[in-house]
């Protein structure tokens, strides 16, 4: 080799790494990720206090992390690199059988004292509902994730934290209230782990999946569910928060709506309203599971039009109030043929207390449905008793 050759790969090396730090300082940061469904660090402010106690060179490492040039390629690189190593868990996510990607959520999301926090916020809310509204009008769901239900799609000998543990003492501390409100998630949805119920690259259940909760807990209250005959698929291209940590190998998930005749017209957060249940414009976009609902709203108020309307306000209305989180979104259309107004609350974006809007709305019923381990994790349940 002569010295001239030697240099060659001196050269691509240093090409490479130069231009790639000048490609990142001149290119425009990015504000927010379309794929991962959240917003990037932005470039921290110098200070000589944050350098010398560490904040800034840690916020710096984020920016550059968040910023860095081609980086949703970068990482689906380093994932199909991985997967060829044979790693069957990335990220906290395993490469499960028939393309499912599949959170695997640790124990000390509910081995914690937030998590026991919640329970005691939960029991109490129960108490006190079951008291003004009846037994009757009160159910409580925590969906398993498809990691408790899915359990055959797992790679073999995957740890994994048993899920009806946490479920269990939630029920157990219901129980103690004396009140039947329970509603079992993973008795509801097992039968059904063949089916398509969860998406395959998103930790959503599927609207097949919320259909069996929604018969479930219309049966637990003697009511006639809807049939599951009303499901229309609408997008066959969609990439959810799973795929969006591996941004490789998936194969992508169909959406499907409950098709319905019901009119009702949508005020988020008391403030702007929308017609229907759907937001179709978001199926154009990264965050397709938007259609339902238009996304979340810390309050999202539900209401009939036109005769359904005024035979509810002749014969006295049904007003459902649901506490929850995402997971909720795509069953709201069901309840919808069941009670004449829908107040939608979710804790994360809401700071009003729940007892004074279910009097001020004169809510008769009441829904709790969270994902288990966003219930868990939570730290705005609290308010849920408030």
């Not at 990142?24 to 794929?35: C, P």
């Not at 695997?104 to 919640?118: G, M």
């Not at 998103?202 to 009303?230: F, K, N, V």
């Not at 939608?344 to 019923?365: E, I, P």
Request: proline share 3%.
């Amino acid at each position: 080799m002569t010295k001239k050759t030697v240099w060659i790969p001196v050269a691509v090396f240093l090409v490479w790494i130069f231009g790639g730090m000048a490609w990142g300082m001149l290119k425009e940061d990015r504000a927010y990720s379309d794929t991962e469904n959240r917003y990037l660090a932005s470039k921290p402010e110098f200070s000589w206090a944050g350098l010398f106690d560490g904040s800034f060179t840690e916020k710096y490492e984020t920016y550059i992390t968040d910023q860095f040039p081609q980086r949703d390629q970068w990482i689906g690189w380093k994932t199909r690199f991985e997967a060829a190593l044979g790693k069957q868990e990335i990220k906290g996510v395993w490469l499960a059988k028939d393309g499912y990607f599949i959170v695997n959520y640790p124990a000390s999301d509910f081995e914690s004292e937030l998590a026991q926090k919640n329970i005691r916020s939960l029991t109490e809310a129960a108490a006190y509902y079951t008291e003004s509204l009846g037994e009757d009008h009160v159910r409580i769901l925590l969906s398993p994730t498809a990691s408790q239900i899915l359990t055959d799609k797992l790679p073999a000998f995957c740890p994994r934290y048993d899920q009806s543990i946490y479920l269990n003492r939630v029920r157990e501390a219901l129980e103690e209230q004396e009140a039947s409100v329970w509603l079992d998630g993973e008795a509801i949805l097992s039968p059904h782990r063949e089916e398509y119920i969860f998406y395959r690259t998103d930790h959503h259940w599927t609207t097949l999946g919320a259909y069996y909760a929604y018969r479930a807990w219309m049966e637990s209250l003697g009511q006639t569910p809807q049939s599951e005959a009303g499901l229309r698929v609408v997008s066959e291209d969609f990439l959810g928060t799973t795929w969006s940590k591996l941004h490789a190998l998936g194969q992508m998930d169909s959406i499907a709506v409950y098709d319905t005749d019901t009119a009702v017209s949508l005020s988020h957060n008391l403030t702007e309203e929308t017609e229907g249940f759907y937001n179709w414009e978001a199926l154009e976009t990264r965050d397709k599971y938007a259609v339902f609902l238009g996304g979340n709203d810390g309050l999202l108020l539900v209401e009939k039009q036109g005769e359904q309307d005024q035979a509810a306000k002749e014969s006295g209305e049904r007003v459902l109030l649901v506490v929850k989180d995402s997971f909720a979104n795509c069953l709201i259309p069901y309840a919808a043929e069941h009670y004449d107004r829908i107040l939608v609350a979710d804790l994360r974006y809401l700071n009003m207390s729940l007892k004074t809007l279910a009097k001020q709305y004169g809510v008769t019923d009441l829904l709790v449905l969270y994902h288990v381990q966003a219930f868990a994790t939570d730290t705005s349940v609290f308010r849920i008793a408030k």
